[in-house]
């Protein structure tokens, strides 16, 4: 209270006698550390420079002014955020002149600290085996060293491994694992004011699983007519950001062709298109490729025949219809219908009905017109019983006959003990 009437006075000094024989010596308040700008959780020095005289008793000083109490010295150090504002300083003493003039106002703010940015790619789901890259960026200043957290909150680092790629502001993860499922934070540091940046918003990598397979599909029947359309889509649930690899197998050579999207499209196909296709996606770098898909035949005649059939294997128990068509109309005239080269119906409709396909019905079918002329010839694949709950199921028929046959032996054996004790 003595000190705030003191600066009362002072300034009411100021103000009515402003002319009295001489001007007061002037104040000024000079920044001592740290350099410019601030930022918070610094310590901001400040001086009260008076170059006249030596012997001032007392100091003032004001923030937005406010009197900051208990501040009598020419030094003041203030605490960044807590004491931002415009600061000014006077000083009396004993001797005339009594007071300094007021200083003209010097800011005391601070610029935000520094925000660390975490981006990862490719999107999530991952699927085990595959690589992320995790970015850090802090976008002002420069200098930046970067570190690495993994987990619920930023506490515990990641250490750089082989798997666990730490370089600059990059960390890239190998070879994911579903261990590797967590969310991840990173933060800059560096010699300099500001030495450490906020802590960036968490990044969550999920791992799916094992590596997908896809399934290729046909919008046609396997033989086709020279000069029709057909599509191929690699059919496969995933996020944006994948490329997609066709191959065709023909006589063993294999070629590829890469589109950014899952069809692939004929607008007019010709017979050297024939062949055995199949595909995959991949992406990142390196890239991370998905199994190869199941094979799909596209055969191309510039005949006048062609056997329609499914391309997909079929499984036991289905109907299975089969067509023969013909270029030129009508396109179902009577055809013979022929498997493995033997002869299975004649069919005024030029269709074929199979009903509840086994495992027999597989192989190579193909249909006839006598003046038209053949087609090429199509396989049929039929999928039975899953392999593996057949062999569980043997195996579980085995143990029991086994365990039977041991018990029966085990018995026998009892038996003989008791029958010689008894003797």
Known sequence: ?????????????????????????????????????????????????????????????YRDNADIPDQPKNIIALSLPKDFGEITCTAWRHARPHHSSLSPPVPVYYHATPAATLTAAPLNPLW??????????????????YKWYKGKSPVTPVAHSYRHNRTGNILAIKEVTESDQAQYWCQGERS????????????????????????????????????????????????????FYWYKDVNGSSSVT??????????????????????????????????HSNDVWVKVTDGDVILESPTQPLD????????????????????????DGYLLQTQ?????????????????????????????????????PDYTEMSASLATVSLIAFAGVLLRLFGTKLQGKKYLLSK
């Open 1 to 61: 209270m003595k000190l705030a009437a003191r600066g009362l006075l002072l300034l009411l000094g100021l103000v009515i006698f402003p002319g009295n024989s001489q001007d007061p010596p002037k104040a000024k308040v000079i920044v001592v550390s740290p350099e410019r700008p601030f930022y918070p959780g610094d310590t901001v020095t400040l001086r009260c420079n008076i170059t006249a005289y030596t012997d001032w008793n007392e100091y003032i000083w």
């Open 128 to 145: 085990v085996g595959e690589t992320i890259v995790l970015k850090c960026e802090v976008e002002t200043l420069t200098g930046w060293r």
């Open 192 to 243: 300099t004011r500001p030495t450490i940046s906020l802590i960036s918003k968490n990044v969550s990598i999920r791992v799916s699983g094992a590596k997908p397979t896809p399934i290729l599909l046909s919008d046609r029947a396997e033989q086709l007519f020279a000069g029709s359309r057909v599509t191929l889509t690699c059919e496969l649930d995933l996020t944006e950001g994948w490329d």
């Open 258 to 291: 890469q589109t950014s999207f899952n069809s692939y499209s004929f607008d007019s196909v010709n017979v050297s298109d024939g062949g055995q296709y199949s595909c995959r996606a991949g992406r990142g770098d390196p890239v991370y490729y998905t199994h």
């Open 316 to 339: 036991e128990g289905v109907n299975l219809t089969l067509y023969c068509r013909y270029r030129t109309e009508p396109t179902n005239l009577t055809a013979d219908f022929y498997k």
């Open 348 to 384: 005024s409709t030029g269709q074929m009905n199979i009903p509840k396909v086994t495992k027999g019905h597989e192989g190579f079918y193909h249909c006839k017109h006598s003046e038209m002329g053949e087609s090429l010839e199509s396989w049929i694949s039929v999928i039975g």
